[in-house]
């Protein structure tokens, strides 16, 4: 059996202090709700990665229990890593040594996050050290009460305040004051012992690094817009993830099991959830008349109220002490995003917004990634990779 890990340790071993690091080749494992991916990226110092090879494969979207998920998923992710490996060998021979890292990013609901805070007053203006961080960090892991720690995953600072305002680079500043955010996460045991033992076959010689899929989504979008404050909506297929994020931290957090098979399950009961997705596409690009497209049509109003109710009482939740930002950032498949995009911008959720006024919607998308990185040609992207991609890239270039 596994030991539990103390995140004590997992704080002790984080290196607060950025250094540039020098070109390499790593993987990632994205591990979705009902899906695998694998990535080969070449990291460019100082300029956006290459994905050098790429495959995302989808479970067939039907009920399964959480235990048949898992072991589809990890059965599904060695798959994948094979043929990936395979074709990033045949069109790099030249350079296709194996990658030296592994990162393995899971998502929800097999991870669960929690966000703490703590802080100093000091009695006179005090130097800010790595090693003080560290220990308030710890203090605030000490109150993440909401997450298992028989199965704890990883701990990373999120922000730090010196004499009440957020600063990238704390150390060596004086302050009379610090405070400290943290996000903490478990993960399910059943599907990291699955993960563990198919990633010891796939890449037995690369550092294995885990990282969840909330803590890579929130740095991307911290790196990706000025704006401090925003509701994240995140659909995956099995469920969709909820997080306010204030002053670019993240705060409130809940998580519905209403994703994109029961929205689709929904919409077209006895039809196929691919042939759904293409006739939602369709309709997106307005080039759909015939009948099939009508009655989705009429079948997506006439679900609507049904998701209301859902994301309204997800919603309440997380606007229970305070009210939601109005800038809503939804990540969901490219099919579905024209429909929910305008769902959530017009419905009438003013009574959780702080401006009391409808969401304003932003959509993530692959060409949101092109900062960060690039794909070779003829690899095929979708939010989720670029996404991973572009945050190991921002890590490993802060290595």
């Not at 079948?299 to 109220?305: C, D, F, G, K």
Request: one cysteine or more; glycine letters at 6%.
């Amino acid at each position: 059996m596994r030991a539990s890990v103390n995140p004590h340790d997992i704080l002790n071993a984080m290196r607060l202090s950025l250094k540039r690091g020098g070109g390499s080749t790593v993987a990632i494992a994205d591990i979705g709700s009902g899906s695998v991916a694998l990535v080969v990226l070449e990291v460019n110092p100082g300029k956006p990665g290459t994905i050098l090879a790429a495959e995302r494969s989808v479970l067939p979207i039907e009920e399964r229990t959480p235990g048949a998920t898992i072991t589809a998923i990890v059965s599904e992710l060695g798959t994948v890593a094979k043929r990936v490996l395979a074709a990033y060998t045949a069109k790099f021979p030249k350079k296709s040594y194996p990658p030296s890292e592994l990162f393995c990013i899971v998502r929800a609901p097999w991870t669960h996050s929690q966000t703490v805070f703590d802080g100093v007053r000091f009695e006179k203006e005090t130097r800010i050290t790595s090693e003080l961080i560290s220990k308030i960090a710890k203090a605030a892991l000490g109150k993440a009460t909401a997450i298992d720690r028989a199965n704890f995953f990883e701990a990373s600072v999120v922000q730090v305040e010196v004499n009440g305002y957020p600063t990238a680079s704390p150390e060596g500043k004086y302050a009379s004051e610090i405070a400290v955010t943290a996000l903490a996460n478990d993960c399910n045991p059943d599907i990291r012992a699955g993960i563990e033992r198919a990633v010891e076959t796939i890449l037995p010689h690369a550092t294995h690094v885990w990282r969840s899929g909330t803590r890579a989504l929130l740095r991307l979008l911290r790196e990706r817009s000025k704006q401090k404050d925003y509701f994240v909506i995140d659909v995956a297929s099995e469920g969709t993830n909820l997080v306010v994020v204030r002053d670019n931290a993240p705060a409130e957090q809940n998580f519905i099991n209403e994703g994109v098979r029961t929205i689709l399950r929904r919409v077209a009961p006895s039809g196929m959830p691919e042939e759904t997705l293409t006739l939602l596409r369709m309709i997106a690009e307005d080039q759909c008349s015939n009948p099939a497209c009508e009655a989705v049509q009429a079948s997506m109003a006439r679900v609507e109220p049904e998701l209301v109710k859902l994301f309204g009482e997800a919603m309440a939740k997380c606007a229970a002490v305070r009210r939601i930002p109005g800038t809503l950032v939804l990540v969901v498949h490219p099919d579905l995003a024209h429909w929910l995009a305008s769902f959530f911008s017009r419905i009438d959720f003013t009574q959780f917004t702080q401006t009391t006024q409808p969401f304003t919607v932003e959509t993530i998308g692959t060409n949101d990634m092109k900062r960060w990185v690039v794909p070779e040609h003829g690899v095929v992207l979708d939010g989720g990779l670029a996404i991973a991609s572009a945050f190991v890239n921002i890590e490993k270039n802060e290595q």
